[in-house]
């Protein structure tokens, strides 16, 4: 029987900042080399987080024992991303990720980097090499990055001047003006020339774009070190959606083989199995604030992936009632942090507050298990369903009343929880519940679907081809067809003793508010204490921009403190805002 590789969860850094990662270790123990692998930063690092797991997944396949791992203040690392010094505590984290290779035994470390993840591995190497260097499309500088990720904030769904403030925007994470200044010091072109990077370099490049001149000019001083090949399907992993990113297998087995190669008859040796999973103190906010408990679980038989946040006096504050958990779903096919992070600095400012929370993965998505002969990265896959009544149940085992928060698909997915089991309130961002993909024929049409509304097959077959033209048919269609209506949902899971409060971009809005003969019913609904429908034109779909993010959080807090109040002898409705 072929034994497989081991993937555990760490912690490792400074015990008062510890970086959160995954040790991926060949089986037997026995492994060759170690490389840890710098992130893109981002919405690329959220696109890249499938690619990244997938390669460190190959590399244990290889006898390489592999670690990747979110810088501080990035991730589900401590931190924030707007702390001080966050290019030296960047560089620091991927310093403390050698380190812990090396502890666990590994004969040599290299690395691989991708865009500024690239950039940061090189700065590094050029102070310590590693043993092998991959440098995957990488930015020439902090300066490009910021720039081109203003130029993005300008385009496509954000579409906004970038506000007259003291933040360099980029679609849903910001930098402040000391951050910018900072990343200009990162700069491939000025790295020493007398001084290599590391005994061989890998280079990849995009064929579809012209490579920075001070990225050629400065590798190529590496002399025979140097090898250089195509970043094949980049476009398809980063020029998307994170969504909709492919994972570039050609690079992948590239990547792999180089660093194979690169450890010739290096015989494999003993590695340590990391550290228990365990849970760590981390900051609930800057500096010195208050910390609170994290921990990883996982839900149901599959074992789906969440991170818990808890307040540190969690005994104390339950010797009375339970304490209320608060769930943040994941969006799309993107893992657990959320647009611009925030799921991660949402849970842990309600964790300090009181609150229990946990940031989950459904299946097939982020770190979570892919269920057999179901693909990787399937938004509202059919097992989504019984992942959420999984959560909840146990959750709510002890007696415990559960909120659930979610943006688009994950909103969908807090419906179809409240639709199955008992859940006290769903705070919904922007929610999706005209689902296209599901229509009959589709990978992931099922009929257990209760709070989605799911177009004909002659709609969803045109959609494919034609979205908007589909879209606007649907949407006279269900005029007549009210049973079609998205409010419905909202009316249904209203009635089975749920508190919901939507909140919505006016292009989202609409979709519930706009067939005319249900008017009446959603000027019943608010008249409800546990219902509240807004459309605010300050927030865009996917929660990229900074305004939406702040407005979205206070509601959201808002909503528990009334909701889901965390004294036990305080009636619900009144607010007690975390």
Not at 100 to 124: E, F, K, N, Q, Y
Not at 130 to 146: E, H, I, K, N, Q
Not at 329 to 355: K, L, Q, S, T
Request: aromatic share 8%; net charge neutral; glycine share 10%.
């Amino acid at each position: 029987m072929h034994e497989a590789p081991e993937h555990t969860q760490v912690w490792f850094g400074p015990e008062s900042r510890p970086l959160f990662g995954w040790v991926s270790r060949p089986a037997g123990g026995l492994a060759r080399g170690g490389v840890l692998l710098c992130p893109p930063m981002g919405e690329e690092g959220r696109a890249a987080h499938r690619t990244f797991r997938r390669l460190a997944e190959e590399l244990a396949e290889a006898g390489i024992v592999a670690l990747r791992f979110d810088y501080d203040g990035t991730g589900d690392s401590a931190g924030l991303q707007d702390d001080p010094d966050r290019v030296s505590a960047w560089l620091a984290s991927i310093e403390a990720a050698r380190q812990h290779l090396l502890d666990l035994g590994a004969p040599s470390v290299a690395a691989v980097g991708m865009r500024l993840g690239a950039t940061l591995a090189a700065v590094r190497s050029a102070d310590q090499p590693f043993s092998s260097l991959v440098l995957w499309d990488p930015c020439l500088s902090g300066r490009t990055f910021l720039r081109e990720g203003e130029a993005l904030y300008g385009f496509g769904e954000t579409g906004r001047e970038r506000p007259d403030d003291q933040w360099r925007h980029t679609p849903g994470f910001q930098y402040d003006a000391d951050t910018a200044r900072a990343m200009r010091t990162l700069d491939i072109a000025k790295l020493p020339a007398g001084r290599p990077l590391a005994d061989r370099v890998l280079l990849l490049t995009r064929v579809d774009r012209p490579v920075p001149p001070g990225i050629v000019d400065r590798l190529e001083q590496e002399g025979p070190r140097l090898e250089t090949g195509p970043a094949a399907g980049q476009g398809q992993l980063l020029d998307v959606p994170p969504e909709l990113s492919v994972v570039p297998a050609e690079s992948l087995r590239q990547v792999v083989t180089w660093l194979g190669a690169g450890l010739g008859d290096q015989p494999a040796v003993p590695v340590k199995a990391p550290d228990a999973e365990h849970a760590v103190l981390v900051g609930a906010g800057p500096r010195g604030s208050d910390p609170v408990r994290e921990r990883l679980t996982r839900f149901g038989p599959d074992g789906i992936v969440g991170l818990v946040d808890e307040p540190t006096d969690l005994a104390d504050r339950s010797l009375l009632a339970p304490v209320p958990w608060v769930v943040l779903v994941n969006v799309a096919a993107e893992h657990r942090i959320g647009p611009g992070r925030r799921w991660v600095e949402w849970a842990r400012g309600w964790a300090a507050a009181g609150y229990r929370v946990v940031r989950i993965d459904q299946s097939g998505v982020g770190d979570s298990p892919t269920p057999a002969g179901r693909e990787d990265d399937r938004a509202f896959a059919p097992e989504w369903i019984d992942d959420m009544r999984h959560v909840v149940t146990e959750l709510a085992a002890d007696g415990s009343r559960v909120g659930i928060v979610g943006l688009c698909s994950g909103a969908y997915s807090a419906f179809e929880a409240a639709m199955w089991e008992h859940v006290d309130a769903v705070f919904a961002i922007n929610p999706r519940v005209t689902l296209y993909p599901a229509a009959k024929g589709t990978a992931i049409h099922t009929d257990r679907r209760r709070a989605a509304i799911v177009p004909n097959k002659p709609f969803a077959r045109l959609a494919r081809r034609h979205r908007i033209l589909a879209g606007g048919l649907w949407r006279i269609y269900r005029e007549a067809a009210v049973w079609h209506a998205p409010l419905l949902v909202l009316w249904r899971v209203l009635r089975r003793g749920t508190a919901v409060e939507v909140v919505a971009c006016p292009d989202d809005a609409q979709h519930f508010t706009e067939v005319y003969a249900l008017r009446p019913l959603l000027w019943r609904m608010r008249r409800s204490p546990r219902f509240r429908f807004s459309s605010d034109a300050t927030v865009d779909h996917s929660l990229l921009t900074r305004g939406a993010q702040l407005v979205c959080h206070d509601r959201a807090s808002a909503f528990l403190g009334r909701h889901l109040p965390l004294s036990s002898s305080q009636p619900s409705g009144q607010e007690t805002t975390p």
